[in-house]
C-alpha cells in the first residue's frame, strides 16, 4: 500500500527542516501556526453552494469553462498553489497515478488550478505526465470569488526568494495572491458536493477522501 498524501508531506517537513536555513524554516513555520491559528475562514466555499460559471486558459492556452468541465456530470477541481511547491507537486502526481485510474468507475472531470501562468501550468503538466486540465487562474481570481485566497506575507516572500522561488514572477498577473490547497467537488448543476479547504500548506486531500465522495455521489 502506498504512502498517503500527508505521510510524504510530514516527510518533505522533516527534511526541509534539516536541509533549509534555519531562519527560512522559522519564517516557514510562523507562517504556518498563524495560518492554522486563523482556521477556516467563514466565507470559504462550502458544501451546496452553486458557482458562477468561469472560464480559464489550460496550460496551452485553450479556454476552458466550468460548464464544460460539468458537462458530463461531476467535476472534481483541486485549487493549488503552483508548480514551485513541493506539497502541491506531491499531491498531483498522487491524484494522476492514483485517482485518474479510478475517474472510469466514478466518472468524474479533474482539473486542477493555480494562479500562475499558462506556460508554468505546462511545465508542470510535462514533468509530471498530468493527464487532466491544468488551468490557470490569473489573481487568484476564481479563488478569490471561493474565498480561499490570500496574500503571502512580505517576510514569507522574502524567504522564498532566498530559495530561488519568486512567485510574483511565475502567477499570471504578478500578484502574491495564492490559493488554500483545495478539492471540490461539482455537479452538473454547478452546486458544491463535497468542499475541503486546507489552511496548513502542507496537507491534502486525500484520493481515499475524493473516491469515497465521488462514489456516494455517483
Known amino acids: 500500500m502506498s ?72 467535476a472534481v477541481l483541486v485549487f493549488y498553489r503552483g508548480g514551485w511547491c513541493p506539497y502541491c507537486n506531491l499531491a498531483l502526481r498522487q491524484y494522476q497515478s492514483e485517482l485518474v485510474p479510478q475517474l472510469a468507475r466514478n466518472p468524474a472531470t479533474l482539473a486542477a488550478i493555480s494562479p500562475q501562468k499558462p506556460d508554468e501550468s505546462l511545465t508542470t503538466v510535462e514533468r509530471h505526465q498530468l493527464q487532466f486540465a491544468v488551468l490557470s487562474d490569473a489573481g487568484a481570481r476564481v479563488a478569490r470569488q471561493l474565498g480561499i485566497a490570500f496574500e503571502q506575507d512580505e517576510d514569507v516572500l522574502e524567504a522564498q526568494r532566498a530559495l530561488g522561488v519568486d512567485i510574483r514572477q511565475g502567477n499570471a498577473d504578478g500578484s502574491p495572491e495564492l490559493p488554500m490547497p483545495t478539492v471540490l467537488i461539482v455537479d452538473s448543476d454547478q452546486k458544491v458536493q463535497f468542499a475541503d479547504v486546507h489552511v496548513d500548506y502542507t496537507s491534502r486531500t486525500e484520493v481515499s477522501a475524493i473516491l469515497a465522495a465521488l462514489e456516494r455521489l455517483r
Open 3 to 74: 504512502p498517503t498524501i500527508q505521510e510524504q508531506s510530514d516527510q518533505i517537513l522533516t527534511a526541509s527542516a534539516q536541509r533549509l536555513p534555519a531562519e527560512v524554516v522559522q519564517t516557514f513555520a510562523r507562517d504556518r501556526t498563524a495560518r492554522q491559528a486563523k482556521g477556516r475562514p467563514t466565507d470559504a466555499v462550502a458544501i451546496g453552494q452553486v458557482l458562477g460559471d468561469f472560464t480559464l486558459p489550460d496550460a496551452t492556452g485553450r479556454e476552458v469553462s466550468l460548464t464544460e468541465l460539468v458537462a458530463d456530470g461531476l
